[in-house]
């Protein structure tokens, strides 16, 4: 397989995957290894394309950050907390990143440890959705209290285990904690703007240098691809977990976890 169609595919699975609770970076991973691809060669791709999903949600909810920053002019109540309660959520992500990031570059190569989070999780997942009780409706991420929004940044934190899901854990952890389905998965979806552009930006300033214009075109290709999948998938999850719930997503995790596996162990 050639490398613009390797992108063109890693990319479609980006915007798939980002803002699902099934992990991007484990089946990224996953699929670099399925194609046969060294790990080291794509990880730099892998985690370069992310600002596309964040782009995605940038265009989908732009009103909402319009209003944030008009409202910040303002120094109204709302804007104030909406912005405070991601800031914290945040924060833990940024000390863990900076103090182990040579640890989790390391774990990025690991197929295996993939596998056995992704079944992990899915049992979380079907764990949360039959003991949680969050209400009906909230009051959005500004009404989010602080103690929640720290809560959830250090649940965030899982999510540097390729294979956790950063948006499963942050949208299970706030439901865990008492907040509504949608506020859950809005504030893990706003709270994805600073986090994946810290984390791109930090790969791009250790690795940048290393980049021919073959690997930027081959970043571009797989960013336009990734945000037009994530722009129709965002909508359509909201809608699922709104009336379905996270279960379908759990027993897709087990059962790819466990795929993978087999085929890892088999190949």
Avoid at 19 to 43: K, N, Y
Avoid at 192 to 205: E, F, H, K
């Amino acid at each position: 397989m050639n490398d613009t169609l390797a992108a063109i595919l890693l990319g479609i699975l980006e915007g798939l995957t980002e803002f699902l609770p099934v992990s991007s970076t484990g089946h990224l991973i996953l699929a670099t290894e399925l194609l046969g691809f060294d790990q080291r060669d794509w990880e730099v791709f892998n985690i370069a394309i992310q600002p596309a999903a964040i782009l995605a949600i940038v265009v989908l909810y732009w009103r909402t950050f319009w209003d944030v920053a008009k409202g910040l002019f303002g120094l109204e109540k709302g804007a104030l907390a909406f912005v405070r309660n991601l800031l914290v959520a945040f924060f833990p992500a940024v000390l863990l990143g900076l103090a182990f990031g040579d640890v989790i570059e390391t774990m990025l190569g690991n197929a295996v440890l993939v596998c056995w989070t992704l079944i992990i999780g899915g049992i979380a997942i079907l764990v949360v959705e039959r003991w949680a009780n969050p209400p009906a409706e909230g009051a959005g991420v500004a009404g989010v209290p602080l103690r929640t929004s720290v809560l959830v940044g250090l649940v965030q934190c899982l999510a540097m285990i390729p294979g956790v899901s950063r948006s499963g854990a942050t949208i299970l952890g706030a439901m865990a904690f008492g907040v509504d389905r949608k506020t859950a998965a809005e504030f893990s979806f706003f709270l994805a703007v600073p986090t994946l552009s810290g984390a791109t930006v930090y790969q791009l300033a250790k690795y940048g240098a290393d980049l021919t214009s073959h690997d930027f075109e081959l970043i571009g290709i797989g960013s336009a691809v990734g945000f037009v999948t994530a722009l129709v998938v965002v909508k359509l999850f909201v809608t699922i977990i709104t009336r379905i719930g996270f279960a379908p997503f759990a027993w897709y995790r087990l059962v790819v976890g466990a795929a993978g596996l087999a085929w890892l162990t088999l190949r």
